[in-house]
């Protein structure tokens, strides 16, 4: 069975799929080995040492990864690489089902042993369409250049009922989180300053009055909760759906840095269409020939574990349907069915920690991020489609306290070893590359400045210091590996 008026929708999702993939390695490649390495701050060899003792045979089920088998800097390079030609080859059309499962194994790799600094919700979103894309195309060696396969009707529903997941969740757990900013429609006067890595739009939407705010934010949970229903209806009422899923997207996409998130999304919407509501349709696209029983595994495994996921989300305390627990443990190692949900909670403040060493004690510098906020006079940045994890990163572990953030004295023990791979996640390094006598970390209050201040001051940011972040390090106190 065949769509047979989706062959502009089929050729979106398996671009979009090979496209996110690629993006997704390349954003990696330059930030792996001061993250991942072996003098990275969370060693993956380090870590698969531990858990081989732990775990024994189980250890490939619970951590699924390539590098079990071998985990020195060349090879986790080398595995980004090869996902990066595979995505390569799949856009191209290069035995695409084959390519794309290569993708899978190699960032499911990294997503298993990449502990905090790969736990985004893209990340699972990511793996979640990716196991959808190994049912895109029939499972033979073939060379469609830029082509594709029209998807088997029952792979277009799970891809559309993805959408319909991701979106609904969305708005839903904002509201089951019964955060009041949320309930009275001011999170978006705290959104734009407070999130992760603003982008410089962002500074001027922060201005806007309030009245619009609210506007904007009953706005947004229209789209979030209505418009995912929508879409299940063929025709203009699809088409609006579609367009105003398009036009959130499009909103979030410039004034904030969600990595590859908005292009997944944005390929899962336009993949919603039908050749009909294009005006042009996609003449390199092949009928599928994947067999009907094919498609019964992702069936039976997705339509369970998301009506889990969005059951829970609704009702948090109800029992009825613990039953799917054993199922949903089961499949977790492999990220194929995931919750999903940003900003459940709106933080109303921005803290921030400035890392600064010294080798007088008296004298601090301050190292530079290559993008979270740092020096006030520095514009918000533009960034996505790839992803700092270290600086978004620092940015969850200053809303905490020290202690629940410990791989941060793993990174202090990294530039007291003066590894050149963590160094170069620093945008400016006050030391030249040599390890000053202590270090520690510093936590400010930061909002954005206002329109007179940016004009005469030239000031994108104002900051108050709340006090220090954990203890002073010195050089001498500290030993690689003792957070991990």
């Not at 708005?171 to 407070?194: E, I, M, Q």
């Not at 306290?401 to 996640?425: A, G």
């Not at 004009?455 to 991990?484: A, C, M, T």
Request: net charge neutral; charged share 15%.
């Amino acid at each position: 069975m065949v769509l047979t008026d989706f062959n502009t929708a089929s050729w979106i999702l398996s671009k979009a799929l090979s496209f996110s993939y690629f993006i997704a390695f390349l954003s990696l490649m330059p930030q792996l080995l001061g993250l991942f390495g072996r003098q990275g701050i969370l060693s993956i060899d380090h870590l698969l040492n531990l858990l081989d003792k732990e775990m024994k045979g189980e250890r490939f089920y619970h951590v699924p990864s390539v590098f079990w088998f071998f985990s020195s800097d060349f090879s986790l390079k080398a595995v980004c690489f090869i996902g990066m030609t595979a995505a390569s080859l799949a856009f191209l059309g290069f035995s695409q089902s084959y390519m794309l499962l290569l993708c899978f194994i190699c960032y499911l790799s990294f997503v298993s042993c990449g502990q905090i600094f790969l736990g985004y919700q893209w990340d699972s979103l990511l793996l979640e369409f990716g196991f959808l894309g190994l049912f895109f195309a029939p499972w033979q060696w073939e060379w469609i250049p830029f082509g594709a396969h029209v998807l088997h009707p029952a792979i277009y529903g799970l891809t559309l009922f993805l959408l319909f997941k991701l979106m609904f969740l969305s708005g839903v757990v904002k509201l089951s989180n019964k955060d009041s900013c949320w309930r009275n429609f001011t999170a978006l006067t705290y959104h734009y300053w407070t999130q992760p890595l603003p982008t410089p739009l962002a500074f001027f939407a922060a201005k806007l009055p309030l009245p619009i705010q609210k506007m904007s934010c009953l706005v947004m949970f229209f789209i979030e909760l209505v418009a995912p229903f929508l879409i299940f209806i063929p025709g203009p009422t699809q088409v609006f759906a579609v367009s105003a899923l398009v036009l959130l997207q499009i909103l979030i996409l410039l004034t904030g840095n969600f990595g590859f998130f908005n292009l997944i999304t944005l390929a899962l919407c336009l993949g919603v269409l039908p050749d009909s509501s294009w005006s042009a349709k996609v003449n390199w696209v092949e009928a599928s020939t994947i067999p009907d029983f094919m498609v019964l595994l992702p069936l039976l495994i997705l339509i369970p574990t998301s009506l889990f996921w969005i059951y829970k989300s609704l009702f948090e305390k109800s029992t009825k349907l613990d039953f799917l627990l054993p199922t949903m443990r089961f499949f977790y190692p492999f990220r194929i069915s995931n919750p999903y949900g940003l900003f459940a909670v709106m933080t109303r403040t921005r803290p921030e920690l400035i890392l600064e060493g010294s080798n007088d004690g008296e004298h601090w510098e301050s190292y530079e991020f290559h993008f979270k906020p740092g020096d006030q006079k520095r514009a918000p940045c533009i960034v996505a489609p790839h992803q700092p994890r270290l600086d978004w990163q620092m940015w969850f572990a200053a809303l905490e306290n020290f202690n629940e953030n410990l791989w941060l004295q793993n990174l202090i023990t990294r530039i007291f070893q003066e590894s050149p791979d963590v160094l170069s996640l620093f945008a400016i390094d006050p030391f030249h590359g040599k390890a000053p006598k202590a270090l520690r970390l510093q936590r400010y209050e930061y909002h954005f400045s206002s329109l007179q201040e940016l004009h005469k001051e030239g000031l994108w940011w104002k900051r108050s210091l709340i006090g220090p972040y954990g203890p002073v390090f010195q050089r001498e106190e500290l030993n690689p590996e003792s957070s991990d």
